[in-house]
């Protein structure tokens, strides 16, 4: 910018006083002096282009961008109010997370949305998620299917909402959930938001609501909509006695997502952003979105799975002391999957094997999802309706299995 003063065709001198800081040398120069020449009226004109010129200069170097793409100085309302030690806060709308009207969660400069490529089944909800970091921090890799290793003071934001709610058909955000690192340790917090929806308050004492909406398909739907207590978000979101975000693992976001400046695969843009160190694999075992017709049919089941039952189901987790292992990672083995695997709760004994191959009938796994007895339903949290083309989907699956249990 500096070259570009020059064409004004006056004499232009960078102060010998000022060092130059940071790589741009148009910032570190922006406060040249001019020798004024003696007469002309040409010259008077070419002073005032060189002024507005320098203006120029000035203005563009009020955003001093990072490595990584995020400016350093930010608009007041682009500026998140965290303090770990204060959280979490009466009402959501302190964080400053989102700008402008708080229902339309419109995310502020440096909180990134994102979306995991097969998401956990919760009563139909919608849901917007979102992931804030302090300034000069980035999560670690640490496994395609390892939660990332997050940096002191990350944030991550869970909104359920429906759409076509009725009366009216409009959006009712229901509870705003938070994640947030304070210490080494994450904590929880809820959010639910009131029937205005202008606000959401912290509530970790969990209730019901209830929602009638339409869907998609035009079909009218109602349930009765429960909202999570701490303790019983702790059951899932739990390795021994501490929280953990059970979603954002790179597996499940190495793919693409519709962000406000294009398509970008979501990996790229955390590290895009500085929310994610370089370095990590270009090549990542990933899940696949379950709907996709596209795709194998195994590994849209095991992606569903994963979402939907491997956060109990596994190693260090809630329901780690039955044998079945639903995590993607797993080798894929029969056993790890439940196939050909006797139930250890035999309450019904048609019920032969967890999954008996290309025979629906007999398979535990798919008796539970099935069902809405909170005695037998799996998950038996987070939802209390069946997942109708969930359920259609490890169907298939279990109908193309063609071992032959002993």
Request: hydrophobic letters at 35%.
């Amino acid at each position: 910018m500096v070259r570009t003063l020059a064409l004004a065709n006056l004499p232009l001198h960078s102060n010998p006083r000022r060092k130059r800081e940071g790589p741009d040398l148009a910032c570190a120069t922006a406060a040249p002096y001019i020798r004024a020449p003696k007469t002309g009226r040409t010259t008077v004109k070419k002073i005032l282009l060189l002024l507005l010129a320098t203006v120029a200069v000035f203005v563009s170097c009020t955003k001093e961008p990072l490595s990584d793409g995020v400016y350093q100085e930010l608009a007041e309302a682009d500026r998140v109010v965290f303090e770990p030690s204060e959280a979490p806060y009466p009402a959501l709308s302190t964080y400053r997370f989102f700008k402008g009207r708080l229902a339309n969660l419109r995310p502020t400069r440096t909180v990134l949305p994102f979306a995991p490529l097969t998401p956990l089944f919760t009563d139909y909800a919608e849901k917007q998620r979102f992931v804030w970091m302090p300034e000069g921090v980035k999560a670690q890799y640490d496994g395609a299917d390892k939660v990332m290793q997050f940096p002191e003071g990350s944030v991550l934001i869970k909104n359920f909402y429906y759409d076509g709610v009725q009366p009216g058909n409009v959006r009712r955000i229901i509870e705003t959930r938070i994640l947030f690192k304070r210490e080494g340790v994450w904590e929880f917090a809820n959010y639910v938001w009131n029937a205005e929806q202008t606000e959401a308050y912290l509530d970790l004492n969990g209730s019901v609501t209830p929602v009638t909406w339409t869907d998609a398909q035009g079909t009218t739907r109602s349930i009765q909509y429960r909202i999570p207590s701490l303790a019983e978000c702790r059951i899932c979101h739990s390795i021994g006695d501490e929280f953990t975000p059970i979603g954002p693992k790179p597996q499940n976001l190495n793919g693409n997502y519709a962000f406000s400046a294009g398509v970008r695969n979501q990996l790229q843009q955390w590290a895009a952003h500085g929310f994610l160190e370089q370095g990590y694999p270009k090549r990542i075992l990933s899940t696949v979105a379950w709907n996709d017709v596209s795709k194998p049919l195994a590994l849209r089941a095991r992606s569903y799975l994963d979402a939907n039952c491997a956060h109990c189901h596994a190693d260090d987790h809630e329901c780690a002391y039955r044998a079945i292992r639903l995590n993607f990672n797993t080798d894929g083995g029969a056993s790890n999957l439940g196939i050909c695997m006797e139930p250890e709760d035999p309450f019904d004994p048609s019920l032969v094997y967890n999954v008996a191959p290309n025979n629906i009938v007999r398979s535990m796994v798919r008796f539970r999802m099935n069902t809405n007895d909170e005695a037998t339903r799996m998950p038996q949290l987070g939802r209390t309706v069946v997942h109708t083309e969930g359920v259609a989907l490890i169907e298939q699956w279990i109908q193309s299995l063609t071992q032959t249990c002993n």
